[in-house]
T-cell receptor
Framework: AQSVSQHNHHVILSEAASLELGCNYS??????LFWYVQYPGQHLQLLLK??????LVKGIKGFEAEFIKSKFSFNLRKPSVQWSDTAEYFC??????????????FGSGTRLSIRP | DGGITQSPKYLFRKEGQNVTLSCEQN?????MYWYRQDPGQGLRLIYY???????QKGDIAEGYSVSREKKESFPLTVTSAQKNPTAFYLC??????????FGPGTRLLVL
């Protein structure tokens, strides 16, 4: 069964610090990978996604993630965080093709707190 | 406006009562989903549906039921068999497993 692990439950950083949030997945076949963000009081929204091609993907607000197939990882990075990045971040995965593509599984989330 | 609506925003359930959470989308998406969000546990998949009149159990389907009679609608019933229903419930839709769009959520509380 597919699963997603986010090992950092709560990360606290100062503004301008660099960010890396870990995401590892377990799935035997082709995968699609996502990072979603939930700002306080707002809907979950997509940050970025990887389906195929360049394993380094860029998303909104300066975020990027790198798919490393050999490590089953899809870590989220940002070189310099801002106070407005305070939010909860979720990694998600689905089987990349056919009926498996519709079953999307999420990790437990990482709460990011930025000190001004 | 295109999007997903969920109602009600807050719902109270009494012991032994079944309650139904509404989810409607006008994005013409094939797939719809129900997740439960608890602190520290992320989003756990309850049920999902890829097409009308078909749905599959997710990881925590026990105590819940769904129907998909229309493409736009995917209501979730929390039955009396669900012993710990207090949670935040999120509905989402997507086109064939691509980017999901989420509704605003329903918070279910037990009286």
């Amino acid at each position: 069964a597919q699963s997603v692990s986010q090992h950092n439950h709560h990360v606290i950083l100062s503004e301008a610090a660099s960010l890396e949030l870990g995401c590892n997945y377990s799935y035997g076949g082709t995968v699609n990978l996502f990072w979603y963000v939930q700002y306080p009081g707002q809907h979950l929204q997509l940050l970025l996604k990887y389906f195929s091609g360049d394993p380094l993907v860029k998303g909104i607000k300066g975020f990027e993630a790198e798919f490393i197939k050999s490590k089953f990882s899809f870590n989220l990075r940002k070189p310099s965080v801002q106070w407005s990045d305070t939010a909860e971040y979720f990694c998600a995965v689905n089987g990349g093709a056919g009926s498996s593509a519709s079953k999307i599984i999420f990790g437990s989330g990482t709460r990011l707190s930025i000190r001004p | 406006d295109g999007g997903i609506t969920q109602s009600p925003k807050y719902l109270f359930r009494k012991e032994g009562q079944n309650v139904t959470l509404s989810c409607e989308q006008n994005l013409n998406h094939d797939a719809m989903y129900w997740y439960r969000q608890d602190p520290g546990q992320g989003l756990r998949l309850i049920y999902y549906s890829q097409i009308v009149n078909d749905f599959q159990k997710g990881d925590i389907a026990e105590g819940y039921s769904v129907s998909r009679e229309k493409k736009e609608s995917f209501p979730l019933t929390v039955t009396s068999a669900q012993k710990n229903p207090t949670a935040f419930y999120l509905c989402a839709s997507s086109y064939r497993g691509e980017t999901q769009y989420f509704g605003p959520g329903t918070r279910l509380l037990v009286l």
